[in-house]
């Protein structure tokens, strides 16, 4: 099997050669660069199945090169940055980003958000979703089977975890009030704001890499939750 390929680019060597041990620890090949022109060379001359992207480089920065890099390639692209207010997150991922992760990050998150980021681009790539099927980005839900998966791999939800989730995922973007999801999953008026809160929370846990960094589970302060629409 082909040795998949991670180009690391940042300004700061030392957290490039940080993030490439624990990238080469897991198996990958690692390639180098220090600014978005060293990086651009590589990605048109080399294979590469993954970069990893900081934002402010110089003389060419990251938001430019993921633009120039969207041109011709269709590779997953995680960005990094310093910067985590939701309109730098919402640039990067507008301009083509995959995934965004802030420093200082947890080692073990990048290289489980790098492993999703994979799997979708070599395993879902050529998967056909079927008319039973909800599909938002990497989270797929069969309303047939009730099964529910993430990048490919099988999530286990009791019956009232997945009726909260498929409710949610019939109307992306749409926000549900706790009043609302419990009237349609309880069949209830009753109303227990701790109950949905404790499910929403189990939910988070089994379908996000990192349930305090939702990308698909938000919730709306003084208002609900809802599902995030596809970006």
């Known amino acids: ?27 990958y090949a690692v390639e180098k660069a220090y600014n978005g022109l060293e990086a651009l060379d590589i990605i048109m001359t080399q294979t590469v199945h993954l970069l990893l992207l900081d934002i402010m480089m110089p003389e060419l920065d990251g938001i430019k090169t993921l633009l120039k890099v969207r041109e011709s390639k269709n590779i997953p ?31 073990s998150e990048l290289v489980a958000r790098v492993k999703s ?20 980005r990497g989270l797929v839900l069969d309303t047939e089977s009730k099964v529910v998966s993430v990048d490919g791999e099988e999530v286990r939800l009791t019956p009232l975890e997945y009726k909260i989730l498929e409710l949610l995922c019939h109307h992306p973007g749409k926000v549900f009030s706790t009043e609302a999801i419990y009237r349609q999953v309880w069949n209830d008026e009753a109303v227990s704001d701790n109950a949905i809160a404790v499910h929403i929370r189990h939910i988070r846990e089994k379908i996000e890499i990192n349930p305090k960094e939702p990308r698909y589970l938000k919730v709306v302060w003084g208002v609900g939750y809802k599902i995030e629409r596809n970006e």
């Open 1 to 27: 099997m082909e040795q998949l390929k991670i180009l690391v680019v940042d300004d700061d060597h030392e957290i490039v050669d940080s993030i490439a041990i624990f990238l080469q620890a897991d198996g």
């Open 77 to 107: 692209i995680i960005l990094i940055s310093a910067k985590s207010e939701d309109a730098d997150k919402i640039l990067g991922l507008t301009a083509g980003a995959d995934d965004y992760i802030t420093k200082p990050f947890n080692p």
């Open 117 to 136: 980021q994979l799997r979708r681009y070599t395993q879902l790539g050529s998967m056909q979703v079927r008319e039973t099927q909800i599909a938002i």
